[in-house]
């Protein structure tokens, strides 16, 4: 890849929209790229490359500042990797959290639509469930956060 790339061009190279790399700049996970005598910035294959691992990161359900201290651990590559293992156990145990309650909410809108009688709205057993905001006509109340 060539240096000297405008924004965007940097942001056709990583399927990815202007505005996301201005948001990642101003967020301090890209270093500011250098700008021409008119302003325009020009960014260097290590942005593309960090780039990458942002959008990389994002993609495996990383959040920004999980992003963030991987980035500063990575200015750092002769300490020990056991913070970059403890961020990715942090959002492996949120993948986890998250799995378990789409089971849960998959498990309950099975049994709503299993118990429908398909006969009239007004007896309808998806709509009854849905307007119960008590959740006691749920069997888990798990989706109600």
Avoid: W
């Avoid at 700049?25 to 990458?52: C, F, I, K, N, V």
């Avoid at 300490?79 to 942090?90: F, I, K, L, M, T």
């Avoid at 998959?106 to 849905?130: Q, W, Y």
């Amino acid at each position: 890849m060539a240096e000297n790339l405008t924004i965007g061009s940097l942001a056709r190279r990583a399927s990815t929209k202007v505005q996301t790399i201005r948001f990642y700049e101003q967020e301090g996970l890209m270093p500011p790229p250098a700008r021409t005598e008119g302003g325009q910035r020009r960014y260097s294959r290590a942005h593309a490359d960090r780039l990458a691992f942002i959008r990389h990161a994002r993609e495996l359900g990383f959040p920004l500042d999980a992003i963030r201290e991987l980035l500063n651990l990575t200015d750092k590559p002769d300490q020990s990797c056991e913070r970059v293992d403890r961020v990715a156990r942090d959002v492996l145990a949120d993948v986890e959290a998250k799995l378990a309650r789409l089971e849960s909410l998959r498990g309950e809108l099975k049994r709503m639509i299993r118990h429908c009688g398909h006969g009239r709205v007004s007896d309808c057993r998806v709509i009854k469930v849905l307007a119960d905001h008590s959740h006691s006509n749920c069997v888990s109340p798990d989706h109600a956060h």
